[in-house]
């Protein structure tokens, strides 16, 4: 999995080992003396769940990606500095400790490259059709926290 070379979102679903460094890399440029990368891995325990040894993550990935992107536009309407973005998020088995997600922000100041990366994590959790399940010492089961998937818009 490659960075866009003609633009500055990077948005993907990819079933293999997420290219984190290089996202961070990516989103580095002149004009912008932040990058902030957040990396979602793999856990061994959920709410309730101790002992969780597999997770699985299934998309929605005609709906995905263009969600993934939307998400990115209303960063840069938000926070109209940003420079780049890469919002990638992992499908099939992802062993622990391995990155389920990466989002990744650059602006010029920390300030908004912070609250644009908050945003992107927080947003895409709760508007991109993507869902975990998780095999535990107890058990196999889809998330605990069954949401409805909302709109980009209906995001504070």
């Avoid at 633009?7 to 989103?27: K, M, N, Q, Y």
């Avoid at 926070?79 to 391995?98: F, K």
């Avoid at 490259?113 to 895409?124: E, Q, V």
Wanted: a negative charge.
């Amino acid at each position: 999995m490659a960075p866009p070379t003609d633009a500055d979102t990077w948005a993907a679903i990819s079933g293999t080992r997420l290219p984190v460094h290089e996202a961070s890399d990516w989103a580095t440029v002149p004009s912008c003396g932040a990058v902030v990368t957040f990396t979602g891995t793999a856990r061994d325990h959920s709410t309730g769940r101790e002992g969780v040894t597999r997770l699985e993550y299934e998309a929605y990935e005609s709906e995905a990606v263009p969600r993934l992107q939307a998400v990115a536009d209303e960063i840069r309407n938000r926070w109209p500095d940003v420079a780049r973005i890469a919002m990638i998020h992992r499908v099939g088995e992802v062993p622990l400790t391995e990155a389920a997600v990466v989002v990744v922000v650059s602006a010029p100041h920390r300030d908004a490259a912070f609250h644009a990366a908050r945003f992107g994590i927080d947003t895409l959790k709760s508007t991109v059709p993507v869902w975990k399940r998780e095999d535990w010492a107890e058990g196999t089961s889809w998330g605990l926290e069954a949401q409805h998937i909302v709109s980009v818009e209906a995001v504070d």
